[in-house]
């Protein structure tokens, strides 16, 4: 059990956010975290971070409390893809990746010539070496995404967790960061919890889901079980449905026809 | 480090250097510089005044400016890393309104002791720091804004008290001798001085060295900074901490410099990159350069003192403004007010 | 409308208001006045009896003690040391009023004290105006040399109509200068003493050549090192203090931040000949300065004189003439006010 969080409840100041979160996810695997905006997924990822300090109950990353590690430690163990980032400074890509080092680095040394060629390497992975020099403030919204996807992915940590990491990328990239994700999992035998917007997504690549409805974990489960259509119109609104492909994919598609059905139906109807 | 930023580097410390030795209100040539260094080896000095005028004058303050310029040019980059503002400078949390407050009050009062005035400036200047942090720890935003706001606060609170003692001076000699501290001058620069002054600003500046690569990391938002593994907020004390004690120390001894803590950073950056494993020797080394040089011009041109400040601020200002129109070395590119 | 007779109330209060403080009120009776016209080269008309006056700057109050006339002061017109060591001495002194607050004079105040005539420094500007705009007429007076403060003596005294005592006044001061300069004339210029002469705002602050300290200095044959620069008291660096060399050092402050041991031991100019010779003294005096801009300088002279060249005077006794001096032209002997030399 990589990680397990406890009747987890937590909010902002007076504002509660998360209800009584109990979620077991498995070592080695994928896990989406669904939920429409503002239903927690942030808050639930600060928690475990500790980032966040819950109000009650607590998160075990390997059965250590993460509330009492401190905070190298909670590094060697979760890393964060956040959901946009920016610098003050005109750092390079490969010095923004190098920073993955800091919870490996002592104090008063500084990453080795053997962590360069590392993220060099891991650069490499994520498809973007051709970035390596170039100033991260100069980068469109989607390439920071992967940069910051590298930064963790130099963290090494056998948890990953990541904040909406589609929200700026095409839609080639959205699929490649993806797979990705699901190649890292696997040779690394890491854990990763994404929050998606996309059900599409999460039925291609993620093992587990979750899905929070205003705070409340509503249903968690593999993702061939849970995603059905009853839970996700619960979770994700009522103009959703789900049909199966011809080669036995499930789809996720707004409810009514699409426009290009709808204007086919006219025409065959001359 | 471009190889051709390095070389220009060690180039003008060496002219600087070399200028700083020879040129002076007394009149050493080249020679006699010569054969005051070489005087180990048995050469002559030129005479007993000389060698007296070289050695208690000018070998003090030409050490005692490079160090400052060091130190002070040090805790430029550090602040404006830690608060993320490339426009920040050493006296954001209020060490040097601190400072000249002490330094004030021991001139009207305490005028007796000798290092009053410059302890009185030293305590008062991390008294200010002190305090700033204290009301920055009661908010619950534990965020580096609050710390800049409450700098703000408690300079505004001792610039006051600074502006109530030079009114209650007498004109004719307290407050000509609080205004004349406050502008800054390393004419006093003397043995005695450097002893006091340059352990704890080459300390302080070994210290940030060591530590720089984490600057980096401190750069980030917080949030990130925390996943990546850094307590930033231990850190940032840390940081603050050292900065302050190394201008405390350089305001207490020579007064205010302005702009070298400010401009110093950004053509370090432009020469030697963001990464401040690189850039803290790199402003270390051409802030120190700098401020020699400066020096060496303020008590050399003219048969009366230039104060420092005018000659760092006439060339610094301009400079700022270029830097601000070419907003690509500020690397504000995209992000709007960030 | 309502509104209508509350603008209308308002514009009324607003107009009693300004018609009340413009009122100049009952003007004083100016039936013999006379014109002067001042070191500014301005014509001013003052009462012919003047009954209540006032000095701003320690220059014209100075004078105003020294030409007897204390007794028409409508506030105390001496500051700082000065003004301290007269208060000991004198209660009637004490007793008046002091205008100046901070570094700034409250002009409130001042008006109610209601002078008919202040004696301003030419080069206090801001005070002129202020008092002028209160309708009191304003003298400009200056001494930036000796000559000229003799011209403002002279002008002071007619105007407070004791021109005898203003003669007699310069004849003094003439005759202290004279004795020194009698004594002194043959000395050939290689032969005098080299002097620097700093300020009261630090060791480094000098006396430049256009400053009254230059001209104190050459009358008692001495040459003053820093005569080449310009201005109001320049700063200079400790290597150019060393270029010069001087012979000897006059210290312009008694403040502790510099005094005469902390020059001794200061490691900077262990190489002047001023340090090795121990000819480092301070200038007087500690109940006013000798060096300041008034005819009361001359003293200054003789004290210079007697110290750079103790031989040729050696039967003044410097107390004594201070003594004499003080108590001739402020009233009270200068040991009576706590003076020390």
């Known amino acids: 059990m990589s990680l397990a969080i406890e009747t987890l409840s937590a909010g902002y100041g007076a504002t509660p956010v998360l209800h009584d979160i109990t979620l077991k996810v498995e070592e080695g695997g994928i896990c989406a975290l669904m939920g429409r905006n503002g239903s927690g997924k942030t808050t639930l990822l600060r928690c475990i971070n500790a980032i966040l300090k819950p109000k009650h109950g607590g998160v075990k990353a390997f059965g250590q409390e993460v509330s009492r590690l401190k ?26 990746i190098l920073m993955g080092a800091a919870a490996r680095v002592r104090a008063w040394s500084a990453p080795s010539r053997k962590e360069v060629a590392t993220a060099l390497e891991v650069l490499h992975e994520v498809g973007i070496e051709g970035l390596a020099n170039r100033p991260f403030n100069q980068l469109s919204g989607g390439e920071r995404q992967l940069v910051m996807l590298a930064r963790a992915l130099f963290q090494n940590t056998p948890i990953m967790l990541l904040d909406e990491p589609n929200a700026h990328l095409d839609f080639s990239n959205q699929h490649r960061m993806m797979e990705i994700m699901r190649a890292v999992v696997k040779r ?27 705070g409340r974990l509503v249903a968690h489960g593999p993702t061939g079980a849970v995603m059905e259509e009853k839970t996700l119109r619960e979770v994700l609104g009522e103009n959703i449905r789900t049909e199966t492909t011809l080669g036995g994919h499930t789809v996720v598609t707004p409810r009514g026809p699409s426009v290009a059905v709808h204007k086919l139906k006219i025409l065959s109807r001359r | 480090m471009k190889k051709s930023g390095v070389a220009l580097l060690c180039l003008f410390f060496a002219a600087s250097l070399g200028i700083a030795l020879c040129a002076g209100r007394y009149p050493i040539g080249i020679q ?21 005028i070289f050695w208690n004058i000018r070998l003090p303050r030409i050490i005692m400016s490079f160090v400052v310029g060091c130190g002070i040019s040090i805790a430029g980059a550090v602040f404006q890393a830690l608060f993320r503002n490339p426009l920040a400078a050493p006296d954001i949390l209020g060490v040097t309104a601190g400072s000249c407050f002490g ?23 991390t008294l200010a720091v002190t305090l700033a942090y204290l009301l920055a720890s009661r908010s619950w935003d534990r965020s580096a804004a609050v710390l800049v706001i409450s700098g703000i606060v408690v300079s505004a609170f001792f610039q006051a008290g600074l502006s109530i003692l030079m009114y209650i001076a007498n004109p004719y000699d307290q407050l000509a001798q609080i205004v004349f501290w406050i502008m800054g001058s390393f ?20 210290l940030l060295m060591i530590f720089s690569w984490r600057l980096n990391v401190m750069t980030q938002h917080e949030e990130d900074a925390l996943s990546l593994g850094i307590d930033i907020f231990r850190w940032r004390c840390f940081y603050v901490t050292v900065s302050t004690l190394i201008v405390a120390a350089s305001v207490a001894a020579v007064g205010t410099i302005a702009w070298v803590g400010l401009i110093m950073p950004h053509i370090a950056r432009y020469l030697a990159g963001t990464d401040h494993r690189r850039l803290i020797p790199a402003t270390a080394f051409l802030g120190g350069t700098f401020l020699l040089l400066m020096d060496t011009i303020a008590r050399s041109v003219l048969a009366s003192e230039i104060p420092i400040s005018i000659i760092t601020s006439i060339i610094g200002a301009p400079f700022l403004g270029y830097l601000v129109m070419n907003r690509r070395y500020l690397g504000v590119e995209r992000e709007l007010g960030n | 409308m309502w509104m209508r007779s509350v603008i209308m109330m308002i514009i009324m209060l607003l107009g009693t208001a300004c018609m009340l403080t413009g009122c100049p009120g009952t003007s004083d009776s100016k039936s013999r006045t006379m014109v002067v016209i001042d070191q500014l080269g301005r014509r001013v008309e003052v009462p012919r009896e003047l009954t209540r006056i006032s000095a701003m700057h320690h220059f014209g109050g100075k004078i105003v003690y020294a030409l007897g006339q204390q007794h028409r002061l409508v506030e105390q ?30 002009i409130e105040h001042l008006v109610a004290l209601s002078p008919q005539c ?21 003298i400009a007076v200056k001494g930036e040399t000796l000559e000229e403060s003799f011209a403002a003596v002279d002008l002071m005294a007619r105007v407070l109509n004791c021109p005898e005592k203003g003669q007699a006044y310069i004849a003094d001061c003439r005759r202290l200068l004279d004795l020194v300069h009698d004594r002194l004339k043959d000395i050939p210029p290689e032969q005098r003493r080299r002097v620097l002469f700093t300020g009261p705002k630090s060791i480094y602050t000098v006396a430049t050549g256009q400053m009254l300290q230059s001209e104190i200095l050459r009358r008692a044959a001495a040459l003053n090192v820093a005569g080449s620069l310009r201005g109001n008291w320049a700063d200079v660096s400790p290597e150019q203090v060393a270029s010069w060399n001087p012979d000897v050092i006059f210290l312009g402050s008694k403040l502790g931040t510099y005094g005469v041991a902390e020059i001794y031991q200061n490691s900077q100019f262990t190489s002047l000949k001023a340090i090795r010779e121990r000819r480092v003294y301070v200038f ?48 009270h002997a200068f040991t009576a006010m706590g003076g020390r030399l």
């Open chain 3, 77 to 106: 017109v001496l500051y700082g040391i000065e003004a301290q060591a007269m208060a000991r001495v004198d209660p009637r002194f004490a007793a008046l009023p002091m205008t100046l607050e901070g570094h700034a004079m409250n």
């Open chain 3, 284 to 331: 007087p005096s500690n109940i006013g300065w000798w060096d300041f801009p008034a005819p009361h300088c001359a003293l200054g002279v003789v004290w210079t004189a007697k110290t750079l060249y103790p031989e040729r005077f050696k039967d003044i006794d410097m107390r004594t003439v201070a003594d004499d001096f003080y108590t001739k032209y402020t009233g």
């Open chain 2, 32 to 52: 006699g510089v010569a054969r005051l260094l070489f005087a180990w080896t048995g050469v002559a000095p030129p005479s007993e005044e000389t060698r007296l």
């Open chain 2, 103 to 125: 330094a004030a009050l021991a001139i009207m009062y305490f005028t007796t002791a000798a290092l009053a005035v410059q302890g009185s400036a030293f305590v008062f200047g």
């Open chain 1, 71 to 96: 905070r190298v430690e909670i590094a060697r163990l979760i890393s964060l893809v956040p959901q946009s980032s920016s610098t003050a400074f005109p750092f390079t890509c490969r010095e923004m």
């Open chain 1, 188 to 214: 690394r035998g890491a854990t990763a919890l994404i929050s998606l917007h996309d059900p599409n997504l999460t039925l291609h690549y993620c093992d587990h889901v979750a899905m929070l409805k205003k």
């Open chain 2, 187 to 206: 004419h006093t620069a003397s043995w005695a001085k450097a002893q006091t002054t340059l352990p704890l600003v080459v300390a302080g500046s070994v």
């Open chain 3, 118 to 138: 202040v004696f301003v420094y030419a080069s206090d500007t801001s005070d002129m105006e202020l008092l002028q705009n209160a309708g009191i007429p304003v």
